[in-house]
């Protein structure tokens, strides 16, 4: 008898080795990518988790953390046509016509928190059937519903029936209606939207996102997390807008919904090329920092301060900007340090004033370094955007070379890990095989194409710049080739490209992740007479001559003779074209 749980543990391993095959890794990475994620699809399948390659009903905060090794296969490797397949068989299981039954068109709501190929899989699973206070780990995030009489405290929950309470009243008021986490979902559309343009997938992927705006409106701007059969927020939650599955007060709150607030708001933008559905996260953020305070001791603030003080080095006099995460009937709660990831999401979107405004909010407010460069990794891939942004704004000259060491230093770490490590867990440990994923593409995907990783939580993979080998046909940098993006404005990119090599090689710069933006026109320096003459002793130094061409097209491709260094700046219209998924041809098949 298993529980609900587990089905993302087993993708998550490899969830970054498309990406790193997509910024130039081994051509190997793709295979084994696709074997992993088949091989770990037949197992779970046998052990009746999943059922038509999908799994068959769990919440969209873990079912998030399973998608990203598919969409980046999807991403790599558009032609090929299973994976084509299941993307469309996968986000149909979402449409209003489904025969899953997930989504209930006159409500315009996902019917519940736990979801799949199987249709709404009702309560929130067998393991809260109960909520004891023996669940040690679980004591940190307090009570999953704060207003069942005579249940006030943790402690609490020992008393004579308490625990089975709890866990009955999860069931029934977390285990059925919509949560806000679900817009993670839209994903699954605009991913088989990105194939063909499929007019199903996007017209659902705006309605049901369109439909948590307008109850984020309806709620003084701020996303609420629940909303009732009936398609009612607070329904089942005495008419509270809080207390949903995966919501405000409970686990994660802040963490959990800016998370799917933002995978939602890039998925509209690349579904529609516009910026106008940004309130939806950008509303949330704006409700935090109306109660921010500067406090110090982050390791001690709530349920997520030593993860935190570990990502800023901070110790006790350490000062922050700090907002609540979460909220109950007694109010905002759980204090952390304002997530940097989604202000830097939103300022990447349009570099908006306000974007811009909060960014500069958070670190002027902040006593910590926001160039130094943190030695640490999490499983997300995150975590060191405020030193990648100094570099952006001209404040953080050396922030490649710290980056990319640190960087290494994940991987060799990795590498000790595994070999101090057994063949397989002696405790059954689910997550041992996360720990140890020896590949690691934050910093390479800032420094290559110009974004910050993708979404961890259910998110497509974006960028500013995609480099691929023109010569073999495949994504990523070619052998020998170095890339550096200095600097992405709204409508300029800066970008570096050395060939140290003793082969010339062709690489195609494609503006945007999927194509969706313009390169206008590019100025480049065109060399000089360097060498110079060899009757010379003296060095010249190299003088740079500009050029500039109109291109006005999504891509350009540009030859590199051997021992190359090319700056570029590139002028960029942004969302001109329609987004579609890189299809990669080899010369040879041209």
Known sequence: MYGRDGVDDFYEPFFNWPTLYRLGGADDLLLSAKRHWEGVTRQMSRFGFVHDEYEIGYDWFHQGESLPLFLGICAADPADERFRDRAFRFAGFYLPDSETGNYDPSTRTIVAP???????RWGVGEDWTEYSADQAGMEIYGLPLQDLEGIDTWHDLRTRGAAARMGSAMQ?????????VNLAATTLAANAWLYDHDERYRAWALEYIDAWRERAEANCGVLP???????????????AWFGGHYGWTWPHGLHTIAAAATVAVLNSVILTGETTRMDLAQGLLDTVLEHAEERDRISGQGSLGPGWADRLGADDSTVELLVPYRHGPHGWFDYHPVPIEPAMWMEWIDHSTA????LDRIRKSSSSDWREVRWFHDKEEQGHEAPWREFLEGRNADYPERALEMAIGQVLRRLALIDKADEAPADG???FWQRLNPVVTEILTQLVTGAPPAVYYGGLTFARILISDELKGRPGLPPDVGALVRRADEDAISLELVNPGDEPREVRLTAGGFGEDRIDSVAFDAGSDYPGSPLVYAIPEPTVTWRAEEVDDSSLVLSLPPRTRITLELAITRRANRATHQFIRSNQEK
């Open 355 to 358: 974007a811009r405004d909060l």
């Open 172 to 180: 029934e008021r977390m285990g059925r209606g919509d949560t806000a």
């Open 114 to 120: 736990h979801t799949g190929s199987r249709g709404p």
């Open 429 to 431: 440990d689910i997550h």
């Open 225 to 239: 997390d629940n909303v009732g059969p009936s398609g009612r927020v607070g329904e089942l939650h005495q008419g």
